[in-house]
C-alpha cells in the first residue's frame, strides 16, 4: 500500500482528481483525455473550457 498519490488536472478537461501512479493516463483522466490531447488538439478543442483559474491549481512546473 505504498502507491504515491497526487493531486492534479486533467489537462484536456480541467477535471480535478487524484490519480495514483499506476494510471497510466497520467496527467490525464482518462484514456480519451490522453487522445484528445494527442491528435484532436484543433480548432474547437483549442478554446479554453471556462474553467475558474484557482490558486490551487497552478501548476508549478510550468513558467509563469
Ligand atoms: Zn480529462
Redesign the pocket.
Known amino acids: 500500500m505504498s502507491i504515491k498519490k497526487e493531486n492534479i488536472s486533467?489537462p484536456?478537461?480541467g477535471?480535478k482528481g487524484t490519480w495514483t501512479t499506476e494510471n497510466a493516463f497520467r496527467p490525464?483522466?482518462?484514456d480519451r483525455?490522453k487522445l484528445i490531447d494527442l491528435g484532436e488538439w484543433a480548432d474547437e478543442q483549442h478554446r479554453i473550457p471556462g474553467d475558474p483559474v484557482n490558486p490551487h491549481e497552478t501548476d508549478e512546473s510550468d513558467e509563469k
Do not use: E
Open positions: 486533467c484536456t478537461c477535471k490525464f483522466c482518462s483525455c
